[in-house]
Protein backbone atom coordinates (compact mmCIF):
# COMPACT_ATOMS: atom_id res chain seq x y z
CA UNK A 1 0.00 0.00 0.00
CA UNK A 2 1.24 3.67 -0.66
CA UNK A 3 2.45 5.67 1.91
CA UNK A 4 0.51 9.27 1.31
CA UNK A 5 -2.36 8.34 -0.61
CA UNK A 6 -6.06 8.09 0.92
CA UNK A 7 -7.69 4.08 1.92
CA UNK A 8 -10.82 3.00 1.75
CA UNK A 9 -12.33 -0.71 2.60
CA UNK A 10 -12.00 -3.24 -0.38
CA UNK A 11 -15.58 -4.60 0.19
CA UNK A 12 -18.38 -4.06 2.74
CA UNK A 13 -18.22 -6.46 6.35
CA UNK A 14 -20.93 -6.84 8.87
CA UNK A 15 -20.87 -6.76 12.57
CA UNK A 16 -23.31 -7.65 15.03
CA UNK A 17 -24.38 -7.26 18.93
CA UNK A 18 -26.23 -5.22 21.39
CA UNK A 19 -25.76 -1.55 22.43
CA UNK A 20 -24.08 -0.92 25.56
CA UNK A 21 -26.91 1.45 27.39
CA UNK A 22 -29.82 0.49 25.09
CA UNK A 23 -29.40 -3.55 25.61
CA UNK A 24 -30.86 -3.17 21.89
CA UNK A 25 -29.49 -5.85 18.75
CA UNK A 26 -28.28 -3.44 16.20
CA UNK A 27 -26.26 -4.54 12.61
CA UNK A 28 -23.57 -2.77 11.80
CA UNK A 29 -21.90 -2.34 8.50
CA UNK A 30 -18.87 -0.65 6.99
CA UNK A 31 -19.12 -0.25 2.76
CA UNK A 32 -16.52 1.40 1.41
CA UNK A 33 -16.36 4.91 0.19
CA UNK A 34 -14.52 7.01 -2.61
CA UNK A 35 -12.18 9.15 -2.05
CA UNK A 36 -12.99 12.88 0.05
CA UNK A 37 -15.71 11.20 1.24
CA UNK A 38 -14.07 11.04 5.07
CA UNK A 39 -16.36 8.81 7.39
CA UNK A 40 -20.09 8.86 6.95
CA UNK A 41 -22.81 7.38 9.27
CA UNK A 42 -25.90 5.60 7.66
CA UNK A 43 -28.72 5.29 10.30
CA UNK A 44 -31.44 3.20 9.10
CA UNK A 45 -34.50 1.30 10.48
CA UNK A 46 -36.14 4.13 12.13
CA UNK A 47 -39.65 2.98 12.28
CA UNK A 48 -40.93 4.37 9.03
CA UNK A 49 -38.53 7.47 9.06
CA UNK A 50 -36.05 7.88 6.05
CA UNK A 51 -32.75 6.58 6.33
CA UNK A 52 -30.48 9.75 7.71
CA UNK A 53 -26.26 10.36 6.69
CA UNK A 54 -24.46 12.58 8.84
CA UNK A 55 -20.51 12.77 8.75
CA UNK A 56 -18.14 11.93 11.56
CA UNK A 57 -17.67 15.09 12.74
CA UNK A 58 -17.54 17.28 15.94
CA UNK A 59 -20.16 19.27 14.77
CA UNK A 60 -22.36 16.45 14.95
CA UNK A 61 -22.17 15.35 18.36
CA UNK A 62 -24.98 15.71 20.41
CA UNK A 63 -23.81 14.30 23.92
CA UNK A 64 -20.72 12.87 25.60
CA UNK A 65 -22.27 12.27 28.84
CA UNK A 66 -22.21 8.55 28.74
CA UNK A 67 -20.75 7.98 25.34
CA UNK A 68 -19.87 9.91 22.14
CA UNK A 69 -23.20 10.62 20.22
CA UNK A 70 -23.88 12.09 17.31
CA UNK A 71 -26.95 13.29 15.45
CA UNK A 72 -28.93 16.06 13.49
CA UNK A 73 -31.26 18.35 14.28
CA UNK A 74 -34.14 15.69 14.46
CA UNK A 75 -31.87 14.04 17.41
CA UNK A 76 -29.32 11.36 18.20
CA UNK A 77 -28.40 8.79 15.41
CA UNK A 78 -25.66 6.61 16.36
CA UNK A 79 -24.53 6.41 20.24
CA UNK A 80 -20.99 5.16 21.51
CA UNK A 81 -19.66 5.52 18.23
CA UNK A 82 -15.90 5.92 19.92
CA UNK A 83 -14.84 2.36 19.28
CA UNK A 84 -15.47 1.93 15.82
CA UNK A 85 -13.89 5.64 14.91
CA UNK A 86 -10.86 4.54 16.99
CA UNK A 87 -10.43 1.05 14.96
CA UNK A 88 -11.35 3.29 11.37
CA UNK A 89 -8.41 5.94 12.42
CA UNK A 90 -6.17 3.53 14.25
CA UNK A 91 -6.10 1.71 11.07
CA UNK A 92 -5.80 4.27 8.64
CA UNK A 93 -9.10 4.32 6.79
CA UNK A 94 -9.27 7.28 5.61
CA UNK A 95 -12.75 6.89 3.55
CA UNK A 96 -15.93 4.65 4.88
CA UNK A 97 -19.49 4.29 5.62
CA UNK A 98 -21.00 3.41 9.11
CA UNK A 99 -24.57 1.72 8.37
CA UNK A 100 -26.29 0.60 11.22
CA UNK A 101 -30.32 -0.16 11.83
CA UNK A 102 -30.32 0.50 15.39
CA UNK A 103 -29.77 3.81 18.13
CA UNK A 104 -25.93 2.55 19.17
CA UNK A 105 -23.21 1.34 17.72
CA UNK A 106 -23.00 -2.74 18.86
CA UNK A 107 -20.34 -2.62 21.98
CA UNK A 108 -18.95 -6.03 20.91
CA UNK A 109 -16.47 -7.18 23.45
CA UNK A 110 -15.99 -3.59 24.95
CA UNK A 111 -12.92 -2.67 22.94
CA UNK A 112 -12.13 -1.78 19.62
CA UNK A 113 -10.94 -5.29 18.22
CA UNK A 114 -13.81 -6.58 16.71
CA UNK A 115 -13.96 -3.75 14.87
CA UNK A 116 -10.42 -4.44 14.04
CA UNK A 117 -10.99 -7.52 12.65
CA UNK A 118 -14.01 -6.66 10.29
CA UNK A 119 -11.68 -3.72 8.66
CA UNK A 120 -8.60 -6.95 8.41
CA UNK A 121 -11.57 -8.93 7.12
CA UNK A 122 -12.53 -6.17 4.35
CA UNK A 123 -9.19 -5.15 3.58
CA UNK A 124 -7.77 -1.86 2.62
CA UNK A 125 -7.73 -0.43 -0.66
CA UNK A 126 -5.02 2.52 -1.81
CA UNK A 127 -6.92 5.91 -3.76
CA UNK A 128 -5.48 7.90 -6.11
CA UNK A 129 -6.24 11.03 -4.05
CA UNK A 130 -3.27 12.41 -1.75
CA UNK A 131 -4.30 11.98 1.94
CA UNK A 132 -4.62 15.38 3.70
CA UNK A 133 -3.93 16.43 7.92
CA UNK A 134 -4.65 18.79 9.90
CA UNK A 135 -1.48 20.27 10.87
CA UNK A 136 -2.06 21.95 14.60
CA UNK A 137 -0.09 25.35 14.50
CA UNK A 138 0.23 26.01 18.30
CA UNK A 139 -1.12 24.90 21.92
CA UNK A 140 -4.75 24.99 22.49
CA UNK A 141 -6.18 24.07 25.71
CA UNK A 142 -9.43 22.97 27.04
CA UNK A 143 -9.84 23.18 31.23
CA UNK A 144 -13.37 21.57 32.56
CA UNK A 145 -12.47 21.83 36.64
CA UNK A 146 -9.52 19.35 37.18
CA UNK A 147 -9.44 17.99 33.96
CA UNK A 148 -7.47 19.45 30.80
CA UNK A 149 -6.80 18.50 27.50
CA UNK A 150 -4.14 19.82 25.32
CA UNK A 151 -3.11 20.23 21.64
CA UNK A 152 0.59 21.02 20.55
CA UNK A 153 2.20 20.78 17.45
CA UNK A 154 3.90 17.75 16.48
CA UNK A 155 5.95 17.24 13.14
CA UNK A 156 5.76 13.44 13.36
CA UNK A 157 2.03 12.60 13.78
CA UNK A 158 -0.42 12.11 16.44
CA UNK A 159 0.68 11.26 19.51
CA UNK A 160 -1.44 10.65 22.82
CA UNK A 161 0.02 11.40 26.21
CA UNK A 162 -3.05 10.41 28.24
CA UNK A 163 -3.39 10.61 32.35
CA UNK A 164 -6.31 9.06 34.49
CA UNK A 165 -7.24 9.51 38.61
CA UNK A 166 -9.53 7.23 40.10
CA UNK A 167 -10.19 6.78 44.15
CA UNK A 168 -9.89 3.21 43.56
CA UNK A 169 -7.30 1.12 44.79
CA UNK A 170 -6.98 -1.14 41.40
CA UNK A 171 -6.49 2.17 39.36
CA UNK A 172 -5.55 5.24 41.12
CA UNK A 173 -3.10 7.55 38.74
CA UNK A 174 -1.99 5.62 35.21
CA UNK A 175 -0.50 6.99 32.36
CA UNK A 176 -0.18 6.03 28.74
CA UNK A 177 2.25 7.38 26.04
CA UNK A 178 2.05 6.43 22.58
CA UNK A 179 2.95 7.55 19.33
CA UNK A 180 -0.13 6.13 17.13
CA UNK A 181 0.67 4.26 14.32
CA UNK A 182 -1.32 1.16 13.25
CA UNK A 183 1.04 -1.11 14.46
CA UNK A 184 1.12 0.86 17.87
CA UNK A 185 -2.53 0.80 17.98
CA UNK A 186 -3.10 -2.46 17.00
CA UNK A 187 -0.73 -4.01 19.52
CA UNK A 188 -0.92 -1.24 22.68
CA UNK A 189 -4.86 0.10 22.15
CA UNK A 190 -7.29 -1.93 20.19
CA UNK A 191 -7.76 -4.59 22.98
CA UNK A 192 -8.52 -2.34 26.01
CA UNK A 193 -11.97 -2.73 27.39
CA UNK A 194 -14.17 -0.48 28.63
CA UNK A 195 -14.63 -0.52 32.34
CA UNK A 196 -17.72 -0.05 35.33
CA UNK A 197 -17.86 -0.05 38.48
CA UNK A 198 -20.49 -2.46 40.36
CA UNK A 199 -21.51 0.32 42.75
CA UNK A 200 -22.54 2.35 39.90
CA UNK A 201 -24.95 0.11 38.41
CA UNK A 202 -28.37 1.23 40.36
CA UNK A 203 -28.03 4.89 39.24
CA UNK A 204 -27.56 3.73 35.53
CA UNK A 205 -30.12 1.68 35.99
CA UNK A 206 -32.76 4.50 36.42
CA UNK A 207 -31.71 6.22 33.94
CA UNK A 208 -32.27 3.68 31.68
CA UNK A 209 -28.34 3.25 30.94
CA UNK A 210 -25.93 0.54 30.93
CA UNK A 211 -28.66 -1.69 30.28
CA UNK A 212 -26.27 -4.22 27.54
CA UNK A 213 -23.43 -4.22 29.73
CA UNK A 214 -22.50 -7.69 31.30
CA UNK A 215 -18.88 -9.01 32.03
CA UNK A 216 -18.68 -9.98 28.46
CA UNK A 217 -18.53 -6.59 27.30
CA UNK A 218 -17.42 -4.38 30.32
CA UNK A 219 -14.44 -4.50 32.60
CA UNK A 220 -16.16 -5.22 35.92
CA UNK A 221 -14.61 -3.39 38.78
CA UNK A 222 -15.97 -3.98 42.42
CA UNK A 223 -14.54 -2.10 45.65
CA UNK A 224 -11.47 -4.52 45.39
CA UNK A 225 -11.43 -6.85 42.48
CA UNK A 226 -11.75 -7.28 39.07
CA UNK A 227 -14.76 -9.53 39.04
CA UNK A 228 -14.18 -10.30 35.12
CA UNK A 229 -12.70 -14.39 35.08
CA UNK A 230 -10.43 -13.43 32.92
CA UNK A 231 -8.87 -10.85 34.20
CA UNK A 232 -7.02 -7.56 33.24
CA UNK A 233 -6.04 -7.83 29.47
CA UNK A 234 -3.09 -5.42 30.26
CA UNK A 235 -1.72 -4.06 33.72
CA UNK A 236 -2.73 -0.47 32.76
CA UNK A 237 -5.88 -1.45 30.94
CA UNK A 238 -7.64 1.12 32.42
CA UNK A 239 -5.60 4.07 30.98
CA UNK A 240 -5.20 2.60 27.75
CA UNK A 241 -9.14 2.42 27.40
CA UNK A 242 -9.44 5.79 27.66
CA UNK A 243 -6.61 6.64 24.78
CA UNK A 244 -8.50 4.42 22.69
CA UNK A 245 -11.56 6.00 23.53
CA UNK A 246 -9.20 9.67 22.34
CA UNK A 247 -8.26 8.21 19.04
CA UNK A 248 -11.96 7.53 18.22
CA UNK A 249 -13.07 11.30 19.37
CA UNK A 250 -9.91 12.79 17.77
CA UNK A 251 -10.86 11.46 14.38
CA UNK A 252 -13.94 13.68 14.89
CA UNK A 253 -11.21 16.40 13.79
CA UNK A 254 -12.31 15.13 10.05
CA UNK A 255 -9.03 14.14 9.25
CA UNK A 256 -5.36 12.88 10.88
CA UNK A 257 -3.95 15.18 13.26
CA UNK A 258 -0.16 16.09 13.12
CA UNK A 259 -0.40 16.62 16.77
CA UNK A 260 0.30 15.55 20.78
CA UNK A 261 -2.85 15.30 22.27
CA UNK A 262 -2.62 15.35 26.24
CA UNK A 263 -5.09 14.53 28.36
CA UNK A 264 -5.38 14.85 32.44
CA UNK A 265 -8.29 13.62 33.79
CA UNK A 266 -9.82 13.53 30.97
CA UNK A 267 -12.76 11.65 28.52
CA UNK A 268 -15.35 12.31 25.78
CA UNK A 269 -16.41 15.50 27.20
CA UNK A 270 -13.06 17.13 27.38
CA UNK A 271 -11.57 15.23 24.05
CA UNK A 272 -14.17 16.87 22.24
CA UNK A 273 -14.03 19.81 23.20
CA UNK A 274 -10.40 20.42 22.56
CA UNK A 275 -11.49 19.40 18.93
CA UNK A 276 -13.82 21.89 18.55
CA UNK A 277 -11.94 24.91 20.29
CA UNK A 278 -8.82 23.44 17.57
CA UNK A 279 -11.28 23.97 14.85
CA UNK A 280 -12.91 26.97 16.32
CA UNK A 281 -9.62 28.71 15.92
CA UNK A 282 -8.29 29.23 12.59
CA UNK A 283 -4.72 30.15 13.26
CA UNK A 284 -4.27 27.30 15.38
CA UNK A 285 -4.32 24.51 12.29
CA UNK A 286 -3.89 24.28 8.66
CA UNK A 287 -4.41 21.39 6.14
CA UNK A 288 -1.09 19.61 4.71
CA UNK A 289 -1.17 16.64 2.09
CA UNK A 290 0.64 13.75 2.81
CA UNK A 291 3.46 15.15 -0.12
CA UNK A 292 4.41 17.63 2.86
CA UNK A 293 4.41 15.13 5.85
CA UNK A 294 6.64 12.96 7.20
CA UNK A 295 6.66 9.56 6.37
CA UNK A 296 5.76 8.10 9.85
CA UNK A 297 2.56 10.80 9.96
CA UNK A 298 1.22 7.54 10.81
CA UNK A 299 -1.49 7.33 12.59
CA UNK A 300 -3.62 6.88 8.86
CA UNK A 301 -1.37 4.33 7.85
CA UNK A 302 0.06 1.66 5.44
CA UNK A 303 -1.95 -1.53 7.04
CA UNK A 304 -1.97 -4.28 5.94
CA UNK A 305 -23.37 -12.89 33.87
CA UNK A 306 -23.56 -9.35 36.24
CA UNK A 307 -24.57 -6.64 34.63
CA UNK A 308 -21.99 -3.52 35.51
CA UNK A 309 -22.57 -0.03 34.57
CA UNK A 310 -19.55 1.33 32.07
CA UNK A 311 -17.38 4.65 33.67
CA UNK A 312 -19.41 7.03 31.77
CA UNK A 313 -19.94 9.81 34.02
CA UNK A 314 -18.80 13.12 32.22
CA UNK A 315 -15.12 13.71 34.10
CA UNK A 316 -14.30 10.39 33.75
CA UNK A 317 -14.80 8.90 30.55
Known sequence: ??????????TDVVVAGIGVHSGQPVTLTLHPADAGTGILVLRTGRDGAPDSEIRADVRAVTSTTFATVLGDSDGPLCAT??????????????????ELDGP??????????????AIDQAGLRTLAARRRYIKVLKPVRVRKDDA?????????????ETDIEFDHPLIGRQSCAIDVTPQAFRRALARARTFGFLRDVAKLWSAGLALGANFDNTLVVSDDRVLNPDGLRFADEFVRHKALDAVGDLALAGAPLMATYRSVRGGHS??????SALLGDRTAWTIVEASHAPRRVGGHADVGAGLVAPAYRPDVS
Open 1 to 10: MKAGQQTTLR
Open 81 to 98: AEHVLAALAGLGVDNAVI
Open 104 to 117: EVPIMDGSAAPFVA
Open 148 to 160: WGELRPNEQGLRL
Open 270 to 275: LNCAVV
